[in-house]
């Protein structure tokens, strides 16, 4: 008997549309999600010059959006492909296809609904159609998405394949909440297709990590383009701190969010001589005692081969003198198969200081909690704040 595949679809000129081109979604197998190649996008933007002008003016976006956004977390929404979907169905799905846990869920649909709550004023809407290419590593990112439908005349959304069901969910959502069907779209597509999009669109939001930004970057940068990329957080901790109240702040710092956001410390800077090898032991010791299940939960791994390639990704950086002070193993299997990269802490050997501090793992982003911890000269601490977009001191607690 052979099954037929459940394929999560594309939105498209204004209906869930399915596709000969597919890829396997993550997770359980039997499931696929409908590609848009660039040929047909081509021609939707061609539909779009057509019918834009007769579509009625919108109002009260913030408030559908809103709308929206309670749905998505709360409510039961009709997902193309998929059907009805409750809030407890789409938590279920990303469990079992990205492996996010429950309580980790709730806390990004809460801050998702609460970023857009809180914006300033939308500026007057414009004529523009949109494009937002979101990453896989976290849906709040789809604040972006809001965003742009609240200023732009149209927006597509780009999932990514890693994880799609988020932007689904939150089409449906906008859908449900009574959004013009003609001014959203859902493109999944392959990687390549990406600079088609980009050339489609009229604006763009793209996330992704380096090597993304090197793909789709261009010298002096494309004023339509808002490229968010690696953010290299780092944390500066100055001499006086005592080392329980160091690690005590700097804890959540690099394991909130299973380590997921941009924002999350990857760098921990000591500018007290002699005092960062006290700190990485401390730091270590907390971050091994955290479970996987516990106040800042992990995310488990669906494919075993990447949870490896994760971790290798910080062996292969090690210099010769470099030291890993936690000390579970780096991979954990849990009772029902599930796969999760524990919290890695890194001790870096020597003294940096200069102004180019330079050592692969400053800075070096991955999909679980880690980070290195390193001595510095205030010169060299000055060129490592100076790569990052997020900066933080303890008087602040918060980025600078």
Known sequence: MTTVPVVLSAFRRGEWRTSLDRAPLPGPPGRELALVPEIVADADRRWWDSTLPSLPHLTGRRELLLTALELFAHGTVTVGGIGEQSAADFRTALWESAGLPGPLVDRWCAMLRDRVATKDEAPEPDGRLALVALPGNTFTCLES?????????????????????????????????????????????????????????????????????????????????????????????????PVDEAVAWLLPLVAADSGRFCSNVRTVVCEKPGAAEQLALALAAALDALPPDGPWPLTAFRDPAAADHATRTIRDRLHPDDRVLTRRPPIQVGAAGDVYVLPHLTLLAGHFTGDDPSHPLIGHEVPFPSAAVLSASPEAARAVTAASLFVYRPAKRGPA
């Open 145 to 241: 998405v809001c965003d742009q439908a609240e200023r732009s005349a149209g927006v597509w959304l780009r999932p990514s394949r890693r994880e799609p069901l988020s932007a689904a969910r939150l089409v449906a959502a906008l859908l449900a909440a009574g959004w013009p069907p003609a001014r959203l779209g859902l493109y999944p597509s392959e990687q390549h297709a990406l600079p088609g999009l980009l050339r489609l669109t009229d604006r763009q939001v793209v996330y992704g990590g380096a090597g993304l930004a090197a793909t789709v970057g261009t010298p002096g940068g494309a004023p339509s383009l808002t490229l968010h990329g690696p953010g290299r957080g780092c944390a500066l901790v100055p001499p006086e701190m």
